[in-house]
């Protein structure tokens, strides 16, 4: 089956299992996983599972990776804190949703690569940082102090205080929460300053790795 057959399949699966989102199902259908996977995994680059990439991280499951979009109810004002840019596949799927991305990994390699994959399809509207996610977005450009929306790809032991802080007033993020492999996924929203928490079911992510806490 060609690439675009099997990216058409899957939105279909990813509609059954409960995404309604129609900007997150489009998203899906417009980004070729097949360029962000490692060229012996392109076979494999559809089905609904997470793969190895380089330095021994994880291209995210298509399935968690639209559960979380569709929890941030993202629109194109949005701009966003991606923490855990990986392969750069989830970047370019927000990329076609929000205004701007701001996603930082801490190893140089994968956000080089994916810095490389993203520049390729034309996008003008990501902005990189190699670093610890956990500080947040910081000494980069744009310098943002805060995002209407946050989303974290790596499972933390607990909520780093600095995305706290830069979620905006009104805002939502979310983030898998846990030591073990498996964790749970955390809906986090700021209203009138407060932090309100909610769960949203297991999910299972390789560590955010920091100092911070
Ligand atoms: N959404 C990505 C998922 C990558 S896996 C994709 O679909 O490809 C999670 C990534 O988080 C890994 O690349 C890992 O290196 C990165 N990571 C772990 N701890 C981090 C931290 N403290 N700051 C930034 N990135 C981190």
């Not at 996983?33 to 599972?49: G, I, K």
């Not at 370019?92 to 520049?119: D, F, M, N």
């Not at 073990?180 to 955390?186: A, D, I, P, V, W």
Request: net charge neutral; aromatic share 6%; glycine share 8%.
């Amino acid at each position: 089956m060609r690439f675009e057959d099997q990216r058409a399949k899957l939105v279909k699966e990813l509609a059954k299992s409960g995404i309604r989102d129609e900007k997150v199902l489009r998203a899906f259908t417009l980004t070729p996983r097949e360029d962000f996977v490692l060229p012996e995994y392109q076979s494999y680059a559809y089905q609904n599972r997470p793969l190895p990439i380089a330095m021994e991280q994880t291209i995210s499951q298509p399935l968690m990776i639209a559960i979380m979009m569709q929890l941030l109810e993202l629109n194109s004002d949005d701009i966003i804190l991606e923490i855990g840019t990986g392969s750069g596949y989830q970047t370019a799927l927000l990329a076609t949703i929000v205004k701007e991305v701001c996603t930082v990994e801490r190893i140089e390699p994968l956000s080089l690569g994916a810095q490389k994959a993203i520049k390729n399809k034309g996008y003008k509207n990501v902005h990189f940082r190699i670093g610890d996610g956990a500080q947040g977005w910081e000494k980069a450009y744009p310098p943002y102090k805060e995002f209407s929306k946050i989303i974290v790809s790596a499972g933390a032991a607990s909520i780093p205080q600095r995305l706290e802080e830069q979620l905006a007033e009104g805002g939502l993020m979310v983030i898998p929460v846990g030591i073990t492999k498996l964790q749970e996924l955390n809906k986090i929203s700021k209203r009138n300053g407060e932090i309100i928490r909610e769960h949203s079911g297991a999910c299972s992510f390789v560590p955010l790795i920091t100092d911070q806490d």
